[in-house]
Antibody, heavy 121, light 107 residues
Framework: QVQLVQSGAEVKKPGASVKVSCKASGYTFTGYYMHWVRQAPGQGLEWMGRINPNSGGTNYAQKFQGRVTMTRDTSISTAYMELSRLRSDDTAVYYC??????????????WGQGTLVTVSS | DIQMTQSPSSLSASVGDRVTITCRASQGISNYLAWYQQKPGKVPKLLIYAASTLQSGVPSRFSGSGSGTDFTLTISSLQPEDVATYYCQKYNSAPRTFGQGTKLEIK
């Protein structure tokens, strides 16, 4: 069965960086795009970007351009999302989510459990 | 960028009621529209994709319709376990914008 298991909660100071991992199992990791979505406390869902695990190609939401880097390690079926120059309003739960289709033009059918990132001085 | 606008933002209905949530795209997106359910403290769950296709395992009381710019999510007979926030998302191209959410409660 498809599973996405994310790394644990993080507490960071403003200006620092955070790197969240998402380990995939139960399917061919390189066959499906991985998206990253975040949710601030009490707020809605916000798409951050995606990575093609096969090629490593990425697309980022304009809001995060220059601060976010999505990478992958195909040898361990793991995707990563690194966010730099953290601010207090980056405090959120960060999710990885698998695209339903290999084309990358599908809904998110499997989600990780979420990783809470708290930014506080 | 295409904006996704849901209405209402919140909704209170009785068990057994028919409930409808709407989602409007600022430009046409064909049928590249998904609906997600997020229960309090839980991970979002895919309910419907391609505007009207029910994800496997989702109860048949949920249905979706629409194409282009206007979409609806309907719950034919509201159940207590349907208390959640519902989000639409367009996924035809980046950015894959979500609606702001509709919080559904039981009256």
């Amino acid at each position: 069965q498809v599973q996405l298991v994310q790394s644990g909660a993080e507490v960071k100071k403003p200006g620092a960086s955070v790197k969240v991992s998402c380990k995939a199992s139960g399917y061919t990791f390189t066959g499906y795009y991985m998206h990253w979505v975040r949710q601030a406390p009490g707020q809605g869902l916000e798409w951050m970007g995606r990575i093609n695990p096969n090629s490593g190609g990425t697309n980022y939401a304009q809001k995060f351009q220059g601060r976010v880097t999505m990478t992958r390690d195909t040898s361990i079926s793991t995707a990563y999302m690194e966010l730099s120059r953290l601010r207090s309003d980056d405090t959120a739960v960060y999710y990885c989510a698998r695209d339903r289709y290999s084309s990358g033009r599908g809904p998110d059918d499997y989600w990780g459990q979420g990783t809470l990132v708290t930014v506080s001085s | 960028d295409i904006q996704m606008t849901q209405s209402p933002s919140s909704l209170s209905a009785s068990v057994g009621d028919r409930v409808t949530i709407t989602c409007r795209a600022s430009q046409g997106i064909s049928n590249y529209l998904a609906w997600y359910q997020q229960k309090p403290g839980k991970v979002p769950k895919l309910l419907i994709y391609a505007a009207s296709t029910l994800q496997s395992g989702v109860p048949s009381r949920f249905s979706g319709s629409g194409s282009g710019t206007d979409f609806t999510l309907t719950i034919s007979s509201l159940q207590p376990e349907d208390v959640a926030t519902y989000y639409c998302q367009k996924y035809n191209s980046a950015p894959r914008t979500f609606g702001q959410g509709t919080k559904l409660e039981i009256k």
